[in-house]
């Protein structure tokens, strides 16, 4: 809600609790708690907005406590919160909203909770693993009147903007099929998740986000997922863990035609690749293709001693960055920062954008901003769960499982091949 005839309001403060505190941190909340404490966001119906951090829920409270040793004065001092208890202790310093980054499968716990003692949540994708799950925090959500918003990135980049623009608009006509790779260097399944990582996947943890962009910006009904990895480099060849996972999704259309999604993610990319990430997508329409490159958008470096290991030599400059800006300051910034910014600007409207009176108008027009909202998120977990089940069956040597969307039987059904009985993972229609 855009409410522009307000233009003096008083200043404001919203207090933020962070739960988790790793890579992610370091790369999106820190820079934008750091950037938002030097200089508050401002929008003309509630006027200048400072966010605090308040504190940090951590599990040994380790990383927090290295933080804090070197944030000084770039964010206002914040209380540390182990566990046990370490989310209960931080709703009770006083929060206006919570951000999750905790690895994916403790995000439903502290989503709960959070919403629960009302307050606005963001979560980091995956939102959460399972249907039930997801019903139960947009309940919770409703019941408390608060916002419960999705991270994903991916689709604030400004390739990734350009092709929802184009389908928008109807210049790329009803996409046929489409491809997405993503392949990330060991040092994230062998040093940054490893304490996690046991029983995972990489297409949970990076799959999701092409999910959404396919998702949002396609629309369709999701129809059927299948899935299929590799194993044996994070954990043993016949157990839990998966090095990759090649996904597909296959969409249905009001026409009543169909479209089918390759997703493949990795984990165990070579630590010496030129890029922190391999990153392609190709979309083909029936009037055009589309192909993005996140290591081919023009730029490469190579220094001495230092690429491509401590700098890579392809860069993504779009995501998060630290950069020299031309008038003198120091900023980071990027996508990944500014789906941050947006959700605080979304609880601020919220809470300060208006009228008391009209504070549920305003809640109700910001959920329907569907890019984040975690409502919206139903086929993307229908999708998530169906891979996990998938490849927990094949775990225990059950191959070639099938999961089917909203079938007569169910909102979504597991099909094992060679047997008649199908098994409801959800009921209610997707």
């Not at 370490?86 to 709703?91: E, M, P």
């Not at 809470?351 to 108008?361: K, S």
Request: glycine share 8%; proline share 4%; with cysteine.
């Amino acid at each position: 809600m855009e409410n522009s005839s307000v233009r003096f309001p008083a200043n404001h403060q919203l207090r933020a609790g962070m739960v988790g505190v790793g890579m992610i941190f370091d790369e999106t909340y820190r820079p934008f708690l750091e950037a938002v404490h030097r200089r508050p966001f401002f929008h003309p119906a509630y006027g200048s907005c400072q966010v605090a951090l308040a504190g940090i829920a951590s599990r040994t409270g380790k990383r927090a406590e290295a933080y804090q040793q070197v944030a000084h004065e770039k964010v206002a001092p914040f209380a540390i919160l182990k566990e046990p208890n370490a989310i209960d202790q931080l709703l009770d310093i006083g929060v206006d909203f919570v951000c999750i980054a905790t690895p994916d499968n403790r995000h439903f716990s502290a989503a709960r909770a959070a919403l629960a003692a009302g307050k606005h949540v963001l979560i980091e994708k995956p939102s959460v693993l399972s249907l039930q799950e997801l019903d139960e925090l947009v309940e919770l959500a409703r019941r408390e009147k608060v916002l419960a918003k999705i991270v994903y990135h991916k689709l604030l980049d400004p390739d990734h903007k350009k092709l929802q623009t184009f389908v928008a608009d109807g210049e790329l006509c009803h996409v046929n099929n489409g491809y997405c790779n993503l392949l990330e260097p060991k040092a994230i399944s062998g040093g940054q998740f490893s304490e996690w990582i046991e029983g995972r996947n990489p297409g949970t943890y990076v799959a999701v986000h092409y999910i959404k962009l396919i998702d949002f910006t396609f629309g369709g009904k999701l129809k059927t997922v299948s899935c299929t990895g590799q194993r044996g480099l994070v954990g043993a060849h016949d157990g839990p863990t998966w090095d990759s996972t090649q996904l597909r999704l296959v969409y249905e259309y009001e026409s009543g035609r169909e479209a089918a999604f390759d997703i493949h993610t990795s984990w165990v990319t070579p630590d010496n690749f030129p890029g922190w990430v391999e990153q392609e997508v190709q979309f083909r329409f029936d009037n055009g293709v589309w192909n993005g490159h996140s290591r081919r958008r023009g730029v490469e470096c190579t220094i001495e001693g230092k690429t491509p290991l401590d700098i890579k030599i392809t860069l993504n400059n779009h995501y998060s960055g630290t950069f020299l800006e031309p008038w003198g300051d120091r900023s980071h910034r990027g996508y990944g920062v500014e789906a941050i910014e947006r959700f605080a600007h979304e609880v601020a409207m919220v809470e300060y954008g208006g009228d008391e009176a009209d504070r549920d108008a305003r809640l109700d027009e910001i959920r329907q901003l569907d890019y984040n909202e975690l409502a919206a998120d139903r086929q993307v977990v229908a999708a998530i769960e169906a891979m996990e089940t998938i490849l927990a069956r094949r775990a225990e040597g059950i191959e070639d499982c099938i999961v089917r969307v909203n079938d007569k039987q169910g909102g979504l059904v597991l099909h094992t091949p060679g047997s008649a009985e199908a098994e409801v993972l959800y009921g209610p229609t997707v």
